[in-house]
């Protein structure tokens, strides 16, 4: 219920507030982000839910990952391939 009767209108699930440590854990949970990349996120595109998750969606497509050095695969050491 708002404090102020007179501001009324969209839920307040529509915005996340950089500053209720709630609304940033349920972002970064959600798309693998630390607080401190999420808090970024919303310094750089504002509150809107609908934006912060596409940026972040575009952030997490943007990861890139460390190479495996040669002649090492995925596989865990001992275990044989395609068993």
């Known amino acids: 219920m708002p404090d102020?009767?007179?501001k009324v209108g969209e839920p307040d699930r529509s915005k996340v507030a950089a500053?209720?440590?709630y609304k940033v854990s349920q972002?970064?949970?959600?798309h693998g982000l630390t607080q401190q990349q999420a808090r970024d996120l919303i310094?750089?595109?504002?509150?809107?839910r609908d934006r912060l998750e596409r940026a972040a969606r575009?952030?997490?497509t943007h990861v890139t990952f460390k190479a495996l050095p040669?002649?090492?695969?995925?596989?865990?050491p001992g275990s044989t391939p395609g068993l």
């Not at 310094?43 to 809107?48: I, K, L, P, Q, T």
């Not at 040669?70 to 865990?76: H, I, L, M, V």
């Open 70 to 76: 040669a002649g090492r695969t995925k596989e865990s």
């Open 19 to 21: 500053n209720q440590n």
């Open 58 to 60: 575009a952030q997490r």
């Open 27 to 30: 972002l970064t949970q959600k």
């Open 4 to 6: 102020d009767k007179s």
């Open 43 to 48: 310094a750089r595109v504002g509150n809107s």
